[in-house]
């Protein structure tokens, strides 16, 4: 990965690129960087910069022979350790049992990755994969050994707060004093976690998120939307790069927006069809039931997360706190024809509806239930809500 490909500010790369000028690379260092934070992009474009054969004032070149390699995540001296987990098949499991998994999930996500998402990708379920004494009894073996091809060996541990203590315990003399020309450099998102023993013999580094203005513009950028739909994907996921760049595709491609009209009117019609007042299609929703159950739960996960966001906009509609909602202009008006049906008093048990959802399904809930359930409950709280009804 080149520098110029890590949404992190020029600053934190130049400082990084500096150390490489002044020969003042440490040796064994701590990315510390919010969750979502391109801190595991930068430090692999940090070792790349550090390899290339013909790198520039600014970034590596792309195209030597070490860079390609870089490029596809197969350079013999870089070396990954990331949290795994042993199954049935995989009995006294390592780094490398999942690498092949490792370098498909950095490739199509530049490396902006979250934990949640490599849980998936492994299929460990409710397993909390870790790094083990296995793992650094491997770094221990590829450190003595002399580098292939660059001057460096290039070691990157993704998560150090999920090593185990003895594991973690094992490579306290290595980070201290490495053989020959080795970089260490553990990428934690979470730097209370990481124990005082490896935090003390680490050089930190710290990862600040991206000034708002700069983050909003990136967002707008990839996921080629306007400005100010990226701003309400920003304050959204709460200025995650990561999460912000995954739910904005989402909310671009998959449109979102019309799956929560189409969701509310089907709701709302499951429970009318009750009174016999209204005819329904209930193949439309048992499509909709299961294209959301189809998706991954990260998806899932983020478009309730979405949804309940437009709950909350009409309640504040519905309290004439008009002022504090901002929309887009379909967005708008579909959100004053709904509010009258979303008001303080049920709008409360939306919210509920919702988190409970949520809730289930990351604990693993059964989607087609969950799903099935959400939409019989929100069917009844906006019957509870119709002013029609309530005159
Ligand atoms: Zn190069």
Redesign the pocket.
């Known amino acids: 990965m080149l520098f110029s490909e890590i949404l992190v500010s020029q600053h934190l790369k130049d400082i990084l690129i500096n150390t490489v000028k002044n020969k003042r690379i440490s040796h064994a260092q701590l990315f510390l960087g919010q969750q979502g934070t391109h801190s595991l992009g930068l430090a692999i474009a940090y070792c790349q910069y550090i390899a290339?054969?013909?790198?520039t004032e600014t970034d590596?070149?792309?195209?030597?022979p070490?860079?390609v390699k870089f490029n596809n995540l197969t350079h013999p001296d870089l070396h990954f350790f990331f949290p795994n987990f042993s199954t049935e098949k995989i009995k006294q499991a390592t780094s490398l049992d999942y690498y092949e998994d490792w370098r498909n999930i950095l490739k199509s996500n530049r490396a902006l990755i979250s934990y949640q998402q490599w849980i998936d990708a492994i299929s460990a379920g409710n397993k909390q994969p870790e790094i083990n004494v296995r793992d650094s009894s491997l770094l221990l073996e590829q450190v003595m050994l002399k580098p292939y091809e660059s001057e460096y060996k290039f070691f990157i541990i993704w998560l150090p707060e999920k090593m185990n203590t003895e594991c973690a315990n094992k490579l306290l003399k290595t980070l201290e004093e490495p053989d020959g020309k080795t970089l260490i450099i553990l990428v934690s998102e979470d730097y209370e976690k990481v124990l005082g023993t490896i935090q003390s013999r680490t050089q930190l580094f710290k990862i600040n998120r991206l000034p708002s203005e700069d983050f909003i513009k990136i967002v707008a950028r990839h996921i080629d939307c306007d400005e100010n739909i990226a701003e309400e994907i920003a304050s959204l996921t709460d200025f995650n790069l990561q999460q912000a760049l995954q739910m904005g595709v989402n909310i671009v491609n998959v449109d979102y927006f019309q799956k929560v009209c189409t969701m509310m009117r089907c709701a709302y019609r499951l429970v009318y069809h009750k009174t016999g007042k209204i005819d329904i299609d209930f193949d439309v929703t048992d499509k909709l039931i299961k294209e959301l159950v189809a998706w991954g739960r990260e998806k899932q996960k983020d478009f309730l997360h979405y949804s309940l966001n437009l709950i909350r906009k009409c309640i504040l509609l519905s309290c004439n706190a008009e002022e504090l909602v901002k929309s887009p202009q379909q967005e708008s008006e579909w959100l004053h024809s709904f509010a009258p049906f979303v008001n303080a008093t049920n709008g409360q048990y939306m919210v509920e509806v919702f988190t409970n959802a949520m809730n289930d399904i990351a604990s693993n809930g059964n989607a087609t239930i969950v799903f099935t359930d959400m939409f019989f409950q929100i069917g009844q709280i906006i019957r509870m809500g119709d002013p029609r009804l309530n005159k």
């Open positions: 290339c054969q013909n790198r590596a070149c792309g195209h030597c070490s860079c």
